[in-house]
């Protein structure tokens, strides 16, 4: 029951009127540090596991090398660009033969090195990571944390990419799973854009691209092709300043419509005509008439 040990754990830490064993202590934030885990509270478990490092290590109890372990992983899914080996406690550690994999590990995760990291996940080194039970079961998280690390990086430059290019730099994962990544960024508001899925290309800021065509604006896009809007954008300017007052702005449908306009006045002008020549007509008709009699 996740929410019964928040209450004991929150319960325990506010205990006040005694001095508590370091090792007591330890246990208790690393059971903290696990429960923020399950409830996928990465930043705060990292901070937990810190915490109970720092009492196991007071304590002179090897168990903080595990605690180390924890606190590598969670800050790993924090995607924290802190190296939890950079501090005071944790550096002598660092190469513990125990901690080497973890250490390893970091050092390609934030260097977004995807091949290395994964190597090392495969390697004599990844299987002493994967002995550990608790570890073993957020290695989906992260390299699903890494990845996203990496194909953000990827995509940076360009406006247009195909998901193929993407999968290729994440280490040859399947496309599929580059557009879950994918939809998952455009679900949260990291990144704009939609994938098509057709073509198999992700076009980053479509709104944004289309306005700058329509406007006469050019895009940049990943295959080195720009937009075209700025010629017909002109044009279609130059055809709507001319037109009448609730005419179409396009250049083509301005054009047709100044005909339509132009053919109408002439119509109307014949009509008027037309009525002055019968009216003259019928008077005519009519005087002859009161001639004859």
Known sequence: DNKKLREVFDKAMRVQGGIPHPRT???????????HMQSREFEKAATTFFQAFKSYDEAGDRARLRCLKYLVLSSMLHASSINPFDSQEARPHRDDPEIQAMTNLVHAFQNNEIKKFESILRSSQGRTIKNDEFIAEYLSDL???IRTQVLIKVIGPYERISLKAIARELNGIPTGD???LLVALILDGRLKGRIDQVAGVLLKNPEAGSSAAAGGGTGTSADGTGGAGGGAGAAAGSASSSAPIGFGSSGAAAAIEMRNYDAIDAL???LEDLTTAVT???????SSALRVM
Do not use: F, N, P, Y
């Not at 202590?25 to 429960?35: F, P, S, T, V, Y």
């Not at 003259?280 to 009519?286: A, L, R």
């Open 280 to 286: 003259s007509h019928s008077g005519m008709e009519k």
């Open 178 to 180: 580059v557009e879950s």
């Open 143 to 145: 390299l699903r944390t």
């Open 25 to 35: 202590l330890a246990i208790i934030q690393e059971l903290g540090g696990k429960m």
């Open 268 to 270: 109307a002008s014949a």
